[in-house]
């Protein structure tokens, strides 16, 4: 595996072999330096139905599907083993494509081998039921069956975590895959097409194709050899596929965007939601599709609690990803920080006020990347778009609310619901809260956070379907019923 100043160029995974890199390639410039990085190919659609095809016959007539469990598990636990082995090069690629620090880079690949470990045991424990108590001669089996092609397409910003939520449960399901990445990080998931290679995935049952979501993403979402399709994106994208995938009945799960609130209550352990607040919405430059963009704050304690979150803002480091004393690292790319600061402005036109940053970082040593100061607006209102829509970026909006059905009001009234957080020690109030909140997941006194029995996934228009935990791994499996009489039967027809 390269890393540090090399450029590495990958070619496409299909059927087990890496094609060499092409001439038509995608060039990925570190967000942070400006720096070449990484090489992809730009995938063609011909390609893309390579991949499909291979992904087909080797679900249709290859050993996978039909591996017992605990062939499944050994080789799910290898592929676990060599990502740990080559954890670290794995988190650098990850920092030096995505512009993420280091340091959460590495949590993202400890995560990864967690989940990856997790379905190694849902392979071992997959099983059906039979039922006996249906009458004399009547008895019923409903057994779990692989569900066949999935079709993967994952985000920038968390490239090797989001792929390694569907992956490892895909496999273990007895599933084959065709992977599209993120055009501009693709680095990681073409690394872990190769280790599966080296713990013993057989040819076919990974692919991976690179290129744009408008050629290649689209091709995987109009396939009609591909039986279920695993999106995460953005809320827009997701609708284009779910219109493009009605050719033929392939199940869809689309993981999409967010804007979480976090509600803070006077009651609440106050240092613990400071930190929480700034965590939830500065984590992963605020490119995180659950972070905690909007917080509600009662108004008894709201000016305090402010003050404390601003003056912590502040300590915060924004740097370079491979610097292990960085905090918040560069956004994606030029364009995402034009998306960025026109929201902070638009915030400012309907009223909000700038409490901190707000602006472009351009100190000499962070010149030549996307870095964006962390920003907090104060005086949101819930007309106010930088409160409605998915920014993406690490900006916090605040507004005040008096009443605890006013929070519950204020959490719920945008089109999102993926995830909230509430803060508060008074058990009444913070499972009151939890309870009526619209989202796939609350947190309560934690914020994102998790364990890979903890599925995962959206309501309203953060999408359906879910991911991780027993619930996740059965979106990759089909339940069929069979019915066996045994014995004499009275005849159909007298
Ligand atoms: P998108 O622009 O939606 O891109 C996601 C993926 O879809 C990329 O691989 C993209 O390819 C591909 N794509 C683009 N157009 C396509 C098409 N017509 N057909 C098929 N695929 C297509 O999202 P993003 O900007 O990378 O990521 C940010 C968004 O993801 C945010 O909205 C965030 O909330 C959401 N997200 C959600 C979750 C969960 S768990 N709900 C987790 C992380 C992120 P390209 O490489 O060409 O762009």
Not at 354 to 359: R, S
């Amino acid at each position: 595996m390269q890393v540090d100043n090399a450029v590495r160029s990958y070619g496409l995974h299909i059927n087990g072999h890496e094609s060499p890199p092409g001439t038509n390639m995608v060039d990925r410039h570190s967000p942070a330096t400006g720096r070449l990085v990484a090489r992809y190919v730009a995938g063609t659609v011909e390609d893309a139905r390579a991949a499909v095809e291979a992904a087909r016959t080797a679900f249709d007539t290859g050993t996978w599907p039909h591996l017992s469990g605990q062939d499944r598990s050994r080789i799910l636990n290898r592929l676990a083993a060599l990502t740990r082995r080559d954890a670290e090069q794995l988190a650098r690629i990850e920092a030096e494509e995505t512009g993420k620090p280091l340091r959460l880079a590495r949590g993202d690949v400890a995560a990864s081998i967690g989940l990856t470990e997790y379905a190694a045991a849902l392979a071992l424990t997959m099983h059906g039921d039979v039922h006996t108590n249906l009458g004399p001669g009547f008895t019923g089996l409903v057994t779990r069956e692989p569900a066949g092609v999935v079709g993967m397409i994952t985000p920038w910003n968390f490239p090797l975590l989001l792929l390694m939520q569907k992956l490892p449960f895909a496999l273990a399901a007895g599933c084959t895959a065709v992977a599209k990445p993120a055009e501009v990080t693709s680095g990681t998931t073409l690394e872990i097409a190769r280790l599966t290679v080296e713990a013993g995935v057989p040819a076919g049952v990974f692919n991976v194709v690179t290129g744009r979501g408008s050629v290649v993403g689209q091709h995987l979402a109009e396939s009609e050899h591909i039986d279920v399709l695993s999106f995460t994106g953005s809320t827009s994208v997701g609708q284009r596929i779910i219109q493009a995938s009605g050719v033929n009945s392939k199940r869809l799960s689309m993981e999409l965007g967010g804007k979480a609130a976090t509600i803070v209550f006077p009651d609440a352990d106050l240092t613990a939601a400071v930190d929480g607040v700034l965590f939830g919405v500065f984590f992963n430059q605020g490119e995180c599709c659950v972070s905690g963009a909007r917080l509600l704050v009662h108004q008894d304690i709201a000016d305090e609690f402010l003050s404390a979150v601003v003056s912590r803002a502040r300590e915060l480091a924004v740097g370079h990803p491979l610097d292990e004393d960085s905090d918040i690292g560069a956004l994606i790319h030029a364009e995402h920080l034009e998306t960025v600061l026109n929201y902070v402005n638009i915030g400012r036109q309907h009223g909000a006020r700038v409490l901190l940053g707000g602006a472009r970082l351009d100190s000499p040593e962070l010149r030549d990347g996307f870095f964006f100061a962390p920003t907090i607006l104060d005086e949101v209102t819930p007309q106010n778009p930088a409160f409605q829509e998915e920014i993406f970026g690490p900006v916090l909006t605040v507004t005040r609310f008096g009443t605890t059905e006013e929070a519950i009001g204020l959490a719920n009234s945008v089109e999102y619901g993926l995830a909230n957080t509430v803060w508060s020690k008074n058990i009444d109030t913070a499972l009151t809260v939890g309870r009526a909140l619209h989202s796939g997941t609350v947190w309560i006194n934690t914020t994102i956070d998790g364990a890979p029995q903890l599925p995962g996934g959206g309501v309203k228009n953060s999408g359906y379907g879910r991911e991780m935990g027993q619930v996740g791994f059965d979106e990759f499996t089909e339940v069929k019923t069979i019915q066996i009489r045994t014995g004499q039967r009275e005849p159909f027809f007298r």
